[in-house]
């Protein structure tokens, strides 16, 4: 009894299913809208663009406040092969910031590759819609608009994008009062330049020459940190730098440090210092700054000291040179830096000139200019 009873039960629901499908078929606006795409798509590729005109018209027959079934760019390409520049600039000059919020609740298509298909057979037969727009005699401001519209809508890559920036200008300064303004300049259009903000690390390799009672020819190596902040960079920098003594120096209780030995110095400072110059190819920065520097001594008397330190105080002044490059992600900095110290009052007054070479990387945000 019970497998007869579900034997029933099947019978009456198998067409109950197929009645809610095919209800689902008629009354879903999404299922419509998706296979009207793939019937455009079709025919577009037939080039039959009298359908692809009846098609697209069904299509925006079916939106409504809840649904898009083309999307702008979609039908820009859509309106370039069908000949109806007057529809496409019409589209153009409504574009604004409220029109594309407008999307942002609305139910979108699926991602069918239509805009792919339609992109790549515009690259590809681009020579015909160009004819296509010169036979259509528009205005000069309409077809020069559709003329930088097909230049943005089918760029190969985004090099090219610095040619379009170009265009776009020319075109808003030809046309100041133009009502396409607010689609060249906030779609086609698309100027960034750096913040005035940012941070930076590098190395360096650095040489120093000193005077006075302090040490032969030094070299090292170093790293830094910049902060960036407007015109101004605060950079704390650590190097470590290996000498000879330049002559005898005297430490602790009349021990004495014989000149010729070997020493290292350790050195931490922190320099600020503003651009005063800047080009595409380099950029000029003066500073002023303070380290603190370690000075260790590894031999004594013939004897290891291992924990025979002298710290002391350098003042700094210099220039930074950089070489900006990867559109300025990247700089090479020459430094020259002089350096005043006095050991403490101790030893006469010494004068360090500081060479480096640095290698840093840049971390600045880009911000879009309109």
Same mark, same amino acid.
């Given at each position: 009894?019970?497998?007869?009873?579900?034997?029933?039960?099947?019978?009456?629901?198998?067409? =109950?299913?197929?009645?809610?499908? %095919?209800?689902?078929?008629? /009354?879903?606006?999404?299922? !419509?809208?998706?296979?009207?795409? &793939? $019937?455009?798509?079709?025919?577009?590729?037939?080039?039959?663009?009298?359908?692809?005109?009846?098609?697209?018209?069904?299509?925006?027959?079916?939106?409504?406040?809840?649904?898009?079934a083309l999307t702008p760019y979609?039908?820009?390409?859509?309106?370039?092969?069908?000949?109806?520049?007057?529809?496409?600039?019409?589209?153009?000059?409504?574009?604004?910031?409220?029109?594309?919020?407008?999307?942002?609740?609305?139910?979108l298509p699926e991602d069918d590759?239509?805009?792919?298909?339609?992109?790549?057979?515009?690259?590809?037969?681009?020579?015909?819609?160009?004819?296509?727009?010169?036979?259509?005699?528009?205005?000069?401001?309409?077809?020069?608009?559709?003329?930088?519209?097909?230049?943005?809508?089918?760029?190969? =890559?985004?090099?090219?994008?610095? %040619?379009?920036?170009?265009? /776009?200008?020319?075109?808003? !300064?030809?046309?100041?009062?133009? &009502? $396409?303004?607010?689609?060249?300049?906030?779609?086609?259009?698309?100027?960034?330049?750096?913040?005035?903000?940012?941070?930076?690390?590098?190395?360096?390799?650095?040489?120093?020459?000193?005077?006075?009672?302090?040490?032969?020819?030094i070299a090292g190596i170093g790293?830094?940190?910049?902060?960036?902040?407007?015109?101004?960079?605060?950079?704390?920098?650590?190097?470590?730098?290996?000498?000879?003594?330049?002559?005898?120096?005297?430490?602790?209780?009349?021990?004495?440090?014989?000149?010729?030995?070997?020493?290292?110095?350790?050195?931490?400072?922190?320099?600020?210092?503003?651009?005063?110059?800047?080009?595409?190819?380099?950029?000029?920065?003066?500073?002023?700054?303070?380290?603190?520097?370690?000075?260790?001594?590894?031999?004594?008397?013939?004897? %290891?000291?291992?924990?025979?330190?002298?710290?002391?105080?350098?003042?700094?002044?210099?220039?930074?040179?950089?070489?900006?490059?990867?559109?300025?992600?990247?700089?090479?900095?020459?430094?020259?830096?002089?350096?005043?110290?006095?050991?403490?009052?101790?030893?006469?007054?010494?004068?360090?000139?500081?060479?480096?070479?640095?290698?840093?990387?840049?971390?600045?945000?880009?911000?879009?200019?309109?």
């Amino acid at each position: 009894m019970k497998r007869i009873l579900l034997f029933f039960a099947l019978f009456i629901a198998i067409p =109950s299913f197929a009645q809610i499908e %095919e209800e689902i078929m008629q /009354s879903s606006k999404s299922a !419509k809208i998706a296979q009207g795409r &793939d $019937y455009l798509v079709e025919k577009f590729l037939d080039r039959d663009y009298d359908k692809v005109k009846e098609i697209k018209d069904y299509l925006l027959s079916l939106e409504d406040d809840d649904y898009v079934a083309l999307t702008p760019y979609e039908l820009w390409h859509i309106l370039a092969w069908t000949k109806e520049f007057d529809a496409l600039t019409a589209s153009m000059r409504q574009m604004d910031s409220a029109y594309l919020c407008g999307f942002r609740n609305k139910i979108l298509p699926e991602d069918d590759m239509m805009m792919r298909k339609l992109y790549l057979k515009g690259c590809e037969d681009e020579h015909l819609i160009r004819f296509n727009l010169q036979e259509a005699q528009l205005q000069p401001e309409d077809e020069a608009v559709v003329s930088l519209a097909l230049d943005w809508l089918l760029q190969k =890559s985004g090099d090219e994008q610095d %040619e379009l920036n170009e265009k /776009s200008t020319r075109f808003l !300064k030809d046309y100041p009062d133009s &009502d $396409y303004e607010w689609f060249v300049r906030h779609l086609i259009r698309n100027v960034t330049v750096q913040s005035d903000k940012g941070w930076g690390m590098g190395i360096d390799v650095c040489s120093a020459l000193t005077t006075g009672m302090l040490h032969k020819p030094i070299a090292g190596i170093g790293m830094s940190f910049d902060i960036y902040r407007k015109k101004w960079d605060v950079n704390i920098a650590f190097d470590a730098l290996a000498a000879k003594t330049k002559a005898d120096q005297q430490y602790g209780w009349g021990g004495v440090y014989p000149k010729g030995k070997h020493c290292d110095y350790l050195s931490l400072g922190v320099i600020v210092a503003r651009n005063v110059y800047e080009s595409e190819h380099f950029n000029v920065l003066p500073f002023l700054g303070v380290s603190v520097m370690e000075e260790y001594y590894a031999w004594a008397n013939n004897h %290891e000291l291992k924990d025979l330190i002298k710290d002391f105080c350098v003042c700094h002044a210099g220039c930074f040179i950089d070489i900006p490059f990867l559109q300025g992600a990247e700089v090479v900095r020459f430094k020259y830096d002089f350096g005043l110290t006095g050991f403490g009052g101790k030893y006469q007054l010494s004068q360090m000139h500081f060479f480096s070479v640095n290698w840093n990387v840049v971390i600045r945000d880009k911000k879009r200019v309109f």
